[in-house]
T-cell receptor, first 111, second 113 residues
Framework: DAGITQSPRYKITETGRQVTLMCHQT?????MFWYRQDLGHGLRLIYY???????DKGEVPDGYVVSRSKTENFPLTLESATRSQTSVYFC??????????FGDGTRLSIL | SQQGEEDPQALSIQEGENATMNCSYK?????LQWYRQNSGRGLVHLIL?????REKHSGRLRVTLDTSKKSSSLLITASRAADTASYFC?????????????FGTGTRLTIIP
């Protein structure tokens, strides 16, 4: 089925560990985005990508790494997780000058 | 920093009543969008209004935009229990990078059956 999927839905890890959140979309949208959602802050943009091999920082990029070798995938990596990165992470895609389509999120807890 | 600020933060109304949410923003925009988020789910796009538009309708939704006041409102008429959700406004800037959206902190709407 067409859509945008995130995995895993839930993840618990420890500080200092590396963790990768996956995002896959089937629309061939050029743009993809990563947000984090925290109480009191709404959604904040971490990184976005305009096309394969083109990525750029958002509002809160520190501690995160992204890559986009294929149009359909946009993984987000926390290289050394910290407790402050406990959050709900959302991936989204859009076709350019179009509304964004969101996945159902990954709830990440860092102990 | 948040571009959009929604008001009120929370709203509870009886089923069948109208619900109005407001959004204020700080800088010039290309367009403003409203999204709904059900508990535990991702955001779903509701409606987009461009900077040269003043009002837009979609079903039971009515959005207004006042660029001179840098504000927008979302009206949901004849509310239903299924409208219970959080609602977010998001703004797209002008020029390079206008695909990026800046979200407000949201209004949590509860419809009481």
């Amino acid at each position: 089925d067409a859509g945008i999927t995130q995995s895993p839905r839930y993840k618990i890890t420890e500080t200092g560990r590396q963790v990768t959140l996956m995002c896959h979309q089937t629309w061939s949208h050029s743009y993809m985005f990563w947000y984090r959602q925290d109480l009191g802050h709404g959604l904040r943009l971490i990184y976005y990508s305009a096309a394969a091999d083109i990525t750029d920082k958002g509002e809160v990029p520190d501690g995160y790494v992204v890559s986009r070798s294929k149009t359909e995938n946009f993984p987000l990596t926390l290289e050394s997780a910290t407790r402050s990165q406990t959050s709900v992470y959302f991936c989204a895609s859009s076709g350019g000058n179009q509304p964004q389509h969101f996945g159902d999120g990954t709830r990440l807890s860092i102990l | 920093s948040q571009q959009g600020e929604e008001d009120p933060q929370a709203l509870s109304i009886q089923e069948g009543e109208n619900a109005t949410m407001n959004c204020s923003y700080k800088t010039s925009i290309n367009n403003l969008q409203w999204y709904r988020q059900n508990s535990g789910r991702g955001l779903v796009h509701l409606i987009l209004i461009r900077s040269n538009e003043r009002e837009k309708h979609s079903g039971r939704l009515r959005v207004t935009l006042d660029t001179s006041k840098k504000s927008s409102s979302l009206l949901i008429t004849a509310s239903r229990a299924a409208d219970t959700a959080s609602y977010f406004c998001a703004t797209a800037g002008i020029g390079v990078g206008n695909e990026k959206l800046t979200f407000g902190t949201g209004t949590r709407l509860t419809i009481i059956p």
